[in-house]
């Protein structure tokens, strides 16, 4: 079963690919041998969809899409490619067509980490280095924050206002795990999108954000069961 298809990892915002190392060493521990990350550059919606999308034409088998935070924006734009046969969603935007991801975190109040990000003057949005961990990964050792806090990937600010053209996640099955503890993207808001996707399974983790920092085992166990599901 783990050679019959490709697992897709798509980083969000303030991260690169180098977010699922600790997935990607468990993954490849389950069996899994065709691991592929996706380096974005975050500068628009467009961009990254068609960065992912190039990735996905490049394997010959099937596909799982798996993005985290904002990574499940970009799996929900690019997962409509015919190779893609599921997506799993880490505590992840999963909008719908029209809308953007300043409408969606409207939807909620603000969370905490929200007070903790600033643009600089040409355009780049950071977290501050010194609200990182509390913001984006309270639970993580600190030493990893702050490697996380120092190596963190701005995305373009104009990104938040860019507009969705397609939603995956209504011809393709899904998975979602909802961060109960998450500073970045409001855990209700997490539940809202998750419960609109008609989601195969979703489960909670007492994490923060990064859960796939935080969580692995339990955030590979659930992309374990979407590749089993969809093989």
């Known amino acids: ?10 980083h969000g915002f303030w991260g690169g690919a180098t977010h ?4 990607i060493v468990q993954l490849s521990r389950m069996g899994y041998r065709s691991l592929h990350a996706v380096e974005n550059p ?5 961009n990254d ?5 190039k990735m996905i034409a490049q394997r010959k088998e099937p596909v799982l899409l798996v993005g985290h935070s904002y990574g499940g924006a970009v799996i929900t734009e690019a997962g409509n490619h015919p190779n893609v046969r599921g997506l799993v969603y880490l505590a992840a935007f999963a909008p719908d067509v029209g809308e953007n991801l300043a409408a969606i975190m409207e939807a909620t109040p603000p969370p905490s980490g929200a007070a903790n ?3 600089d003057s040409d355009g780049f949005v ?16 600190q030493d990893e924050a702050l490697v ?11 990104t938040f206002a860019d507009k969705f053209k397609t939603a ?18 409001h855990p209700d808001n997490q539940r809202r999108m998750s419960g609109r996707l008609g989601a195969k399974n979703i489960i909670t983790l007492d994490t923060g954000h990064a859960s796939l920092a935080s969580r692995p085992q339990e955030v590979c166990a659930l992309i374990d069961e979407a590749a089993k599901s969809i093989a």
């Open 148 to 158: 996380m806090a120092v190596t963190q990937k701005a995305p373009v600010g104009s």
């Open 1 to 10: 079963m783990a050679n019959k298809l490709s697992i897709v990892l798509v």
């Open 168 to 185: 995956a996640w209504k011809s393709k099955p899904s998975w979602y795990q909802i961060s109960g503890q998450d500073r970045m993207i």
């Open 20 to 23: 699922w190392s600790k997935v």
């Open 49 to 53: 969809a068609e960065r992912t999308r």
């Open 42 to 46: 975050l500068t628009s919606v467009a």
């Open 117 to 119: 990000i600033e643009q």
């Open 126 to 141: 950071w977290i501050k280095p010194d609200k990182f961990q509390e913001s984006f990964c309270q639970d993580l050792p």
